[in-house]
């Protein structure tokens, strides 16, 4: 029904920049905010930025003037720019979204749900 879509991930060096991005398809009524996590092995996933869909952000503190979350309402995309990579940002980035679904026959769902991507993994050298 809904489906996120994670790209750009890969491997860089120390002091590099990557670009995420994440789209949204499906049957969608409305994309709220939309966030990114990142998981690195054995950790938890912890939060790194969301923007809202006003364009209001906000940054963890480990990636605070390093990344830069944009979006595109028209489109249903969120990218994230990192730059100045450190090997510590290495892990898999998850998009999540918070999103207003309608059915197949246009009614629209007024309670949002919490949609997931599959995750990119990011991979820096020191």
């Known amino acids: 029904q809904v489906q996120l879509v994670e790209s750009g991930g890969g491997l860089v060096q120390a002091g590099g920049s990557l670009r995420l991005s994440c789209e949204a398809s499906?049957?969608?009524?409305?994309?709220?905010?939309m966030s990114w996590y990142r998981q690195a092995p054995g950790k938890q996933r912890e939060w790194v930025a969301t923007?809202?869909?006003?364009?209001?952000?906000t940054y963890a503190r480990s990636v605070e003037g390093r990344v830069t979350i944009s979006r595109d309402n028209a489109k249903k995309t969120a990218s994230l720019q990192m730059n100045n990579l450190k090997p510590e940002d290495t892990a898999v980035y998850y998009c999540?979204?918070?999103?207003?679904?309608?059915?197949?026959?246009?009614?629209?769902?007024?309670?949002?749900?919490?949609?997931w991507g599959q995750g990119t993994q990011v991979t820096v050298s020191s």
């Open positions: 923007i809202s869909n006003d364009a209001i952000t």
């Open positions: 999540k979204a918070s999103i207003n679904t309608q059915s197949i026959t246009g009614v629209r769902h007024l309670t949002p749900k919490n949609y």
């Open positions: 499906g049957r969608i009524f409305r994309v709220n905010e």
